[in-house]
């Protein structure tokens, strides 16, 4: 892979945005991730997409426990929460398309890959590509795939739109390279969804409390931010700790930041 100096430059300059920006807004920080990304290879569509492995050794499932859940879009079409609803409805019943399989089937590990070099030819003539891609205008995409454990996956997806051209080489190196570093951010952005560790789901509000102690809110703020009495706002944080197994707002900032 040869990236051009401009190129690099941007790429870099990327990096050092992203690290400055909160935590306490994780969808405005993937936005903008794409944003900066989208216009280094021209796509106007995309989204970033979390994979949790429910379960393993599952008899008979197709997905080996894993299962879509948080989506954020980039430049959101219409039908894009409508299609996800469904997608999710039809994986979480085993029913998978070959793309999602084989990427099952390679999680664990980073992963870059166009479409074209993923799937068979008999994928672009079958009803998911027809209904999920070109019913929606979508002809091509990419995806950059990143663990953060065993059981937590982010896709970071890109899409080309109708009259567009398909992605190159080059596009995919551009992406691989801009996301390979930035395993911090793909942490960061799992544990505001509540997603990383904690033993179980969060409920929107105590995401947003989540995402306010990691900023070092103190706890009267966020009742105040919360519209919520203190002694409320306590036993939220009570709970948020006894689901992520800390003992204290320090254990869940260094659970956040990937410290020991």
């Not at 306490?24 to 994979?51: K, V």
């Not at 379960?55 to 996800?84: K, M, T």
């Not at 059981?151 to 997806?157: I, R």
């Not at 739109?161 to 551009?174: Q, R």
Request: proline letters at 6%.
């Amino acid at each position: 892979m040869t990236l051009d100096q401009a190129t690099l430059t941007r790429i870099h300059q990327l990096w050092d945005e992203m690290a400055e920006l909160p935590a306490s807004n994780p969808e405005c920080n993937l936005r903008l991730l794409f944003e900066r990304i989208g216009t280094l290879i021209d796509s106007r569509h995309g989204y970033w997409l979390a994979s949790l492995r429910l379960a393993v050794d599952v008899p008979n499932d197709p997905l080996l426990g894993w299962r879509a859940r948080s989506i954020c879009f980039h430049g959101e079409l219409p039908p894009d929460q409508g299609v996800y609803i469904e997608t999710v409805k039809r994986l979480d019943k085993g029913s998978p398309d070959e793309s999602t399989t084989n990427h099952v089937r390679n999680a664990g590990r980073f992963r870059a890959v166009l479409l074209r070099d993923h799937v068979s030819e008999a994928f672009y003539s079958g009803d998911h590509y027809l209904h999920h891609y070109l019913a929606r205008g979508i002809t091509d995409r990419l995806f950059v795939v990143m663990p953060v454990n065993e059981d937590v996956e982010s896709y970071f997806v890109f899409d080309r739109l109708s009259g567009e051209p398909p992605f190159t080489p080059a596009d995919l190196d551009i992406v691989r390279y801009a996301l390979r570093s930035m395993g911090w951010f793909n942490r960061q952005v799992h544990l505001s969804y509540g997603q990383l560790v904690a033993e179980a789901p969060l409920t929107p509000t105590e995401r947003r409390i989540l995402n306010h102690l990691l900023t070092g809110s103190p706890e009267k703020s966020i009742a105040d931010a919360m519209a919520q009495s203190p002694h409320t706002t306590h036993q939220y944080v009570k709970t948020l700790f006894r689901k992520f197994n800390v003992r204290s707002r320090a254990e869940l900032t260094a659970l956040w930041l990937g410290h020991d």
